[in-house]
RNA sequence: GGGCUGGUGGCGGAAUGGUAUACGCAGGGGACUUAAAAUCCCCGGGCUGAAAGGCCGUGUGGGUUCGAAUCCCACCCAGCCCACCA
């Protein structure tokens, strides 16, 4: 008989409610010490949770509950990432408030998560929007205003216009707004930054310390994009002026191979350098790169076109003519906004030379000679030609070499550039923390009195989106003084990035109640850094470099012992749809996981996710699949009627077995497998007609952390002891987990010919001696003389013959 | 174009130098049943053979090794990420 899923899994769900089961106490004696396993908290959409969901949740459950068993005091929180676009949005389409509707967003995913099982400790829940917690988002602005790590500067800015709001470099995809998909446009803006540059190189260096999947930790190496290289100046030829362009490049090796010059369409010194005969081909040329969106000059990439602006600046070492170019090939956000043109060495100075019949100079040749076509550019590092001073260097001495040389003349010098720019932190939206600021018509801006927290954000505004702030029409949000001088001012109106509110919610759940301090002092100490983070890939550069930027600079101003949040990172996989393509309501292909909770379980729904695959392995869905791990629960349920106080010693070998593996799985997070090894012993189970009940008590503990409802039902019908949880996880019994007779295979030349089962104590001399008494093996070796006999005791015996 | 990850039965996957395909799904056969469902047991890589067995087999081609899905080289394909970054 199939137990009753739903009704054990409200009684127990209950129970561990009512006993406060989960809560974590850092005052509590632990023999193991403490642990912080955290997922992403998710953001409260309307849509409700989708089985991508409590895939990752379910791993850190897993891990979370055996850790408790084997005596660590863990801390398993959850909260909600509750300020966003969408629900501002939504408010706007549908009427009502954001507020509201996310509330009424965020019971239904409480209700959804509860009904999994989850082992969180609900006390401790937060959510950004309540003014409890952004209070202490506003206190960090502030913070980082006041050590100058947040400043606010005119700068070009991604704006997108359907949002009607600026954007952070990492939320602009393909050159579309990353919410909407809209073409973001550029514009020069005043906004509100956060220094992350400043820790460019800290942020680079602590990713190799950390316990990250590689991928994750490429992606921010490239998102950082550090890059060492050479800054060189060109002299300009004018008798007015005494300028220089600068360029940068990383490629100081191919110097000599300089035959132009090439200047992004927006350098500020064009105009000074470009001769009458070619200025209106400039202000031509100019028009034309503004109206290309980002993504057109995306999808142009190959396209190199540009004009000559008629000037010439002097080669830094040979003092021979270089001809000024301008391109939008050259981005101004990157290096100094110019580049040295060298076409033999560079794919892009090549596609440029060839469409203006530019000179191309050959000064790098491939040590291997052959190599070198002469229709395409070399870009690999060789040996230098044509190069003077420099011939027969490697590119690598040559780097060295010419550095030095231009560092000489004081016409270069090394430096270190970063893609990474600083993180735009303010939008003008209505739905996020306001940004904690006045503004004085005499003072200027001025932070608000951290005493003053938080400041609230108001209800009397029309959330309309304009392309100034829906706070700029509030009346009660701006009758404030100066906290200077105390005349009539008006309030910073913008809002924060939603990523600043996630920048640091994991410190908060250490103490989420605290209205003095962030989290106190001890209350970090006792469970921070994060031990174990799970969540989507989708916040490989995002989510996660803001946070460690965050910790970083709160570590450096005393408030935190640690610089790295998370110690350790896994990403679940995405679960696809039963097609095999990425869920979407579109696609109709959307699995809901409250109907398969209903259905047949939350404990078959955590089990069934876990079997899929590997955790960060994407996998498709399949319903048929979920009926499997069904059966299996079945099987453990009803195996309790036939338990016994007898003796088996295979039944309780194959449970010593199933404790060590799952573990051991359990450990790595192997899930997948850890859950076939139960499945193995369930399976001796259903063939048996009596069980030991210690052993079967010993399965049920093992699977307890997997398939908590049902363990927790069995273990106290059984045992009549209260909680499965309370009793430890098993060890398993050293002595059974040897096997006394073993199959070793027989192989001749390497070729299969015969098992034997034997004691893999046996000596080498005894297994060869049985090994060539079988039929087969003897049939092989038949004639022929033995070279050689390897045997791997237990495992395998191989005859070399010929 | 660059980087990363991967390619194993009909399907999800297991095995990280030692019996390839554990576990599950789907399929076939059997037991129980008036019957069906449920449940339980057995069989499932290909070719060949009455069987025992033999040959082939982890994307392709080579290499290292007594022995390779696993390590090395080259290539093909797929997915993800980045991409005019000088």
New binding site residues.
């Given amino acids: 008989m199939p137990y009753n899923h739903q009704e054990i899994e409200k009684k127990w769900q209950a129970q561990w409610e009512a006993d406060s089961a989960f809560s974590a106490d850092a005052s509590k004696k632990s023999k193991k010490g403490n642990l912080y396993i955290l997922d992403m908290f998710p953001y409260p959409s309307g849509a409700g949770l989708h089985v991508g969901h409590p895939e990752g949740y379910t791993a850190t459950d897993i891990t979370a509950r055996k850790r408790r068993m084997e005596g660590f005091n863990v801390l398993h929180p959850m909260g909600w990432d509750a300020f966003g676009l969408p629900a501002e949005n939504y408010a706007i389409k549908m009427g009502g408030h954001p507020r509201d509707i996310t509330r009424k967003n965020i019971d239904n995913f409480r209700r959804q998560i509860k009904s999994f099982g989850f082992s969180y400790d609900w006390d401790r829940e937060i959510s950004t929007c309540e003014p409890e917690y952004y209070k202490w988002t506003q206190w960090l602005f502030l913070l980082l205003w006041k050590n100058d790590l947040a400043y606010r500067a005119k700068a070009p800015v991604n704006w997108c216009p359907t949002d009607n709001t600026v954007l952070a470099n990492e939320q602009v995809?393909d050159g579309k707004c990353e919410r909407c998909g809209t073409l973001v446009v550029q514009k020069e803006l005043e906004q509100w930054f956060f220094r992350i540059t400043k820790y460019a190189d800290r942020l680079l260096a602590g990713l190799d310390k950390l316990d990250w999947p590689?991928?994750i930790k490429?992606?921010q190496r490239?998102w950082i994009?550090k890059?060492e290289?050479v800054e060189i100046d060109f002299d300009i030829i004018d008798d007015k002026k005494e300028e220089v362009i600068r360029v940068?490049?990383?490629?100081p090796d191919t110097l000599m191979g300089v035959s132009y010059i090439v200047l992004?369409p927006e350098h500020p010194l064009l105009d000074e350098l470009v001769t009458e005969e070619h200025q209106m081909d400039l202000v031509n040329y100019r028009d034309q790169a503004r109206k290309k969106s980002e993504l057109e000059?995306?999808q142009?990439?190959k396209d190199?076109a540009g004009i000559f602006t008629g000037a010439y600046a002097h080669h830094p070492l040979t003092g021979e003519l270089v001809p000024i170019w301008v391109s939008?090939?050259?981005?101004t956000t990157?290096?100094t906004?110019a580049?040295?043109g060298v076409p033999a060495h560079?794919e892009?100075d090549y596609a440029f030379a060839k469409k203006y019949d530019l000179p191309i100079k050959w000064v790098i040749a491939s040590p291997d000679q052959d190599d070198r076509v002469a229709d395409a550019a070399y870009t690999d590092m060789g040996i230098l030609v044509n190069s003077g001073q420099f011939d027969g260097l490697t590119s690598t001495d040559a780097k060295q070499k010419v550095a030095d040389a231009l560092e000489g003349e004081e016409k270069g010098r090394r430096v270190t550039f970063y893609?990474i720019r600083d993180w735009l932190v303010s939008r003008q939206r209505y739905w996020g923390a306001p940004i904690p600021a006045i503004w004085c018509e005499d003072c200027g801006v001025q932070p608000v009195d951290p005493k003053n927290l938080p400041v609230i954000l108001p209800d009397d505004v029309d959330f309309k989106p304009t392309g100034q702030s829906p706070l700029v029409g509030s009346k009660s949000f701006h009758e404030v003084n100066c906290p200077k001088c105390g005349n009539a001012a008006r309030r910073e109106s913008d809002t924060m990035d939603t990523f600043v509110d996630s920048s640091w919610y994991f410190l908060r759940y250490t103490d989420p109640t605290n209205s003095e301090v962030f989290a106190d002092e001890a209350s970090i100490k006792a469970w921070c850094p994060v031990d174990l983070y799970v969540g989507g890939?989708e916040h490989?550069v995002l989510h996660l470099l803001y946070s460690r930027f965050v910790c970083y600079a709160l570590k450096d101003l005393g408030y935190l012992e640690f610089d790295e949040p998370f110690v350790a990172l896994r990403n679940q996989g995405l679960i696809l749809g039963p097609d095999g393509e990425k869920m979407s309501k579109s696609k109709g292909n959307v699995v809901n996981p409250d109907e398969i909770v209903s259905e047949y379980g939350a404990d078959t729904l955590r089990l069934y996710e876990m079997?899929?695959?590997?955790l960060e392995?994407?996998?498709?869905w399949?319903t048929?699949?979920v009926?499997?791990?069904r059966?299996?629960l079945?099987?453990v349920w009803m195996a309790r009627e036939r338990l016994a106080d007898s003796v088996d010693p295979a039944i309780d070998k194959a449970v010593a077995k199933c404790v060590k593996r799952v573990g051991d799985d359990t450990d790595a997070m192997?899930f997948?497998?850890a859950?076939?090894e139960m499945?193995?012993c369930a399976?001796v189970f259903?063939?048996a007609e009596a069980i030991p009940r210690e052993a079967y008590m010993t399965f049920v503990r093992t699977m307890a952390p997997y398939a908590p409802h049902l363990a927790e039902e069995l273990w106290s019908e059984v045992s009549g002891a209260k909680s499965v949880f309370d009793h430890g996880w098993p060890v398993a019994d050293e002595s059974l987990l040897k096997d006394s007779i073993?199959?070793?295979?027989v192989?001749v030349?390497?070729?299969?010919?015969a098992?034997i089962d034997i004691s893999p104590e046996l000596g080498a001399d005894e297994a060869r001696a049985r090994a060539e008494a079988t039929e087969?093996v003897a049939k092989?070796l038949e004639g022929k003389e033995v070279k050689?006999v390897?045997y791997?005791a237990g495992?395998?015996i191989?005859f070399?013959v010929v």
């Fill in positions: 995809v590689e991928r490429a992606m490239n994009g890059s290289g940068f490049t990383t490629r992004a000059r995306t142009l990439e190199k939008d090939y050259v981005l990157y290096g906004g580049v040295m560079d892009r893609r890939a490989a079997f899929m695959g590997p392995d994407a996998k498709p399949d048929k699949g009926v499997g791990v059966r299996f079945d099987k192997k997948n497998t859950i076939a499945m193995k399976n259903a063939a073993v199959a070793v295979a192989q030349n390497g070729k299969l010919r098992t087969n092989h050689k390897v791997v495992r395998v191989n070399i």
